[in-house]
């Protein structure tokens, strides 16, 4: 008897310090979810600022470091001066005006070589340690994959517009915001997994229940896919009432481009309303979400994301209206591309607390 029950709480120390070491790793991908939130807002930033073509080289290994003397500078504005965005829309810019949209594009590229070594080292220490475990690694190695997939990614984009057209495409654009939201929503999902795991009774029917909230995240994501096209097309530049685009429900000229299909991501009406159209959806969809959901959750934890997917809901479209009618000023617009990751992370948390709690 003395045997098993030594044996017992040996096994219980044992699940205890792989439970810390699971959080642990939970509470890094949690911080390293905050990067990656805070890349997608700067990102926003560097689009809103026209910042994003200024650096018309990649260097992914080396390119760590600024211009640090005038001639450096010097050299770095003079291939920015060889770019069509020179040639056709900031034709006699000085250094100091190229400054000013320079420092957003560097700080972005470098922030996002942040996130890789932030990433990197100590996922390779909770490897060599033992902490991550068969089922996990696989996920960590994934979500690095990925990772440097966005960087060739982003640089994919930038280079749309460094021939002829001065703008990138909105199609990769699209691409771009799309990969880094898969990366962070994956990311927030098992470090939801490693901090709250479920119970074995939990476990057993996991999966069951918040069939809506999952449904509820990819028709966030679908509407946040459409805001990149508004960005790429600078269409959030138009149209600038609500609810009624130009007096009447749609514009005159609605899907006038043909084929038909193309309108959705090339006419600047179209990928306007679309991109309404779906948040006004989001709007209904998480309401009648709320009512069904309300009070009924099985634990505390569910009612908080219930609520705080409402809350999140109801500020987004507050601040989508606000940068539509504002025309676009950067600081609201940006604040709006932060409040669509905060309101596809409440989506995720919802549906990761009822699937747990059903």
């Known amino acids: 008897m003395t045997t098993m029950t030594s044996a017992g709480k040996s096994a219980a120390r044992l699940h205890a310090e792989q439970t810390d070491r699971r959080r642990i790793i939970g509470y890094w991908l949690m911080l390293m979810c905050l990067m990656v939130f805070a890349m997608v807002v700067l990102g926003g930033v560097t689009r809103l600022t026209h910042s994003g073509l200024s650096m018309v080289e990649w260097k992914p290994i080396t390119g760590w470091l600024p211009p640090l003397t005038d001639a450096e500078w010097a050299e770095t504005f003079a291939k920015y001066q060889q770019s069509p965005e020179y040639q056709k829309v900031n034709k006699g810019m000085s250094v100091d005006e190229f400054k000013s949209i320079f420092w957003f594009e560097f700080i972005h590229r470098v922030w996002g070589r942040l996130i890789g070594v932030a990433f990197f080292f100590p996922a390779l220490f909770f490897v060599v340690k033992g902490w991550a475990g068969r089922a996990l690694m696989p996920k960590l190695a994934l979500m690095f994959v990925l990772g440097g997939l966005q960087g060739v990614l982003g640089w994919y984009m930038v280079k749309s517009g460094l021939v002829d057209r001065p703008d990138v495409s909105q199609y990769r654009l699209t691409a771009h915001l799309g990969m880094a939201l898969l990366v962070y929503g994956y990311m927030f999902w098992v470090a939801l997994g490693l901090i709250f795991p479920p119970r074995a009774e939990q476990a057993a029917r996991s999966g069951s229940g918040g069939g809506f909230a999952a449904f509820l995240v990819g028709f966030v994501f679908l509407t946040l896919l459409s805001g990149g096209f508004v960005a790429g097309l600078d269409a959030g530049f138009a149209y600038n009432t609500f609810p009624l685009m130009d007096g009447g429900l749609w ?108």
Not at 271 to 280: G, P, S
Not at 287 to 297: E, K, Q
Not at 339 to 353: H, I, Q, R
């Open 251 to 358: 514009p005159d000229d609605f899907f006038s481009m043909q084929p038909w299909w193309i309108n959705m991501f090339e006419h600047i009406p179209t990928v306007q309303f679309d991109h309404r159209l779906l948040a006004e959806s989001v709007f209904v969809l998480v309401l009648v979400f709320w009512w069904r959901h309300r009070g009924s959750a099985a634990t505390p934890r569910a009612g908080m994301a219930v609520n705080v997917l409402l809350l999140a809901m109801l500020v987004q479209v507050g601040l989508g209206i606000a940068t539509l009618l504002l025309v676009v000023p950067v600081s609201i617009a940006a604040i709006h591309q932060a409040g669509a990751v905060v309101l596809l992370s409440a989506a995720l948390w919802a549906t990761f607390e009822l699937r747990q709690s059903n």
